[in-house]
């Protein structure tokens, strides 16, 4: 910071020195000294330099011409059908959305109905079993039929390789 300070001290005692010397020469060449905008300013209480700020520049018009009557009443009116067409959108999306809400529950509504028919189908199947009186000793499976042969003890006869009848080159 000292050394900040030394040569900010040091910069500021150049300066006036220039100062000087444009001055001498500007008075020697020149009878009235032009006065030019250093763009600091010198404080007497601290040894400090302060920016001077210049003025805002104000904007420069691009020389756009101001819309007529006919032309804001054009983009208004281009704006109105613009939230008009937005709105029918909205309003189009919403029906196909809740179309396509009502096609999935009737989906799962006819899935519900068939699931439900078919627990009633099973149970009334099982209800009509627990009520037959029948007891299940009584029960008999028909018995499947023997195929009658004349051998009945001795277990077919294991079968040969035969070569084959046809070779393909």
């Known amino acids: 910071m000292e050394n900040k300070k030394l040569t900010k001290a040091q910069l500021l ?19 009235k000294p032009k006065e030019e905008f250093s763009g600091y300013e010198e404080t007497k209480e601290t040894d400090t330099i302060e920016a001077v700020v210049p003025p805002p520049k104000t904007p420069k018009s691009r020389g756009r011409k101001e819309r007529t009557e006919k032309q804001k009443e054009a983009f208004a009116k281009a704006l109105e059908v613009k939230r008009l067409k937005a709105a029918e959108r909205k309003r189009v999306r919403d029906e196909k959305e809740m179309e396509e809400k009502k096609k999935l529950e009737e989906k799962i509504v006819k899935k519900a109905v068939a699931i439900k028919k078919k627990q009633i189908k099973k149970q009334i199947a099982l209800d009509d079993i627990s009520d037959d009186d029948t007891p299940i000793e009584k029960l008999k499976l028909p018995k499947k039929k023997k195929i009658e042969s ?6 077919p006869a294991p079968r040969k390789r035969e070569p084959p009848k046809f070779l393909f080159y």
């Open 150 to 155: 004349d051998d009945e003890n001795e277990p």
């Open 13 to 31: 005692q150049q300066l006036k020195d220039l100062e000087n010397e444009d001055l001498e020469v500007l008075e020697e060449g020149i009878q």
